[in-house]
């Protein structure tokens, strides 16, 4: 099993920043285990793949074009959270941010949302222009 809880969401103008956090509890198996995942839902939206990383060490990382070149995703195993570093921040990320564990590939992580194994609670980030 795995508790996810994100934070660092929040509000600001476009053309800002801001870092989400993904801090992971698990039990039975290490962080390292699991594909980490970023997902996000718009109002009136299907949630939709942001970014993933490998595991166990993050050495590949996978994008939706619309984030690629303003968003990092990293993790550090050894505090157990993943990260979304999203700069030159649009409206149009306005969202609510998911973050996501699954212990298949990072790669298919943006086809499989219907079965991705963990969830966390989800952190509202709004842009304003």
């Known amino acids: 099993q795995v508790a996810l809880v994100e934070s660092g969401g929040g509000g600001v103008q476009a053309g800002g920043s801001l870092r989400l956090s993904c801090a992971a509890s698990?039990?039975?198996?290490?962080?390292?285990?699991?594909?980490m995942g970023w997902f996000r839902q718009a109002p009136g939206k299907e949630r939709e793949f942001v970014a993933a990383i490998s595991s166990p060490s993050g050495s590949r990382t996978y994008y939706v074009d619309s984030v690629k070149g303003r968003f990092t995703i990293s993790r550090d195993n050894a505090k157990n959270t993943a990260y979304l570093q999203m700069n030159s921040l649009k409206a149009e990320d306005t969202a609510i941010y998911y973050c996501a564990a699954d212990l298949r590939s990072a790669q298919g992580m943006g086809v499989r949302t219907a079965t991705i194994d963990f969830w966390g609670q989800g952190t509202q980030v709004t842009v304003s222009t």
């Open positions: 698990t039990s039975g198996r290490d962080f390292s285990s699991y594909s």
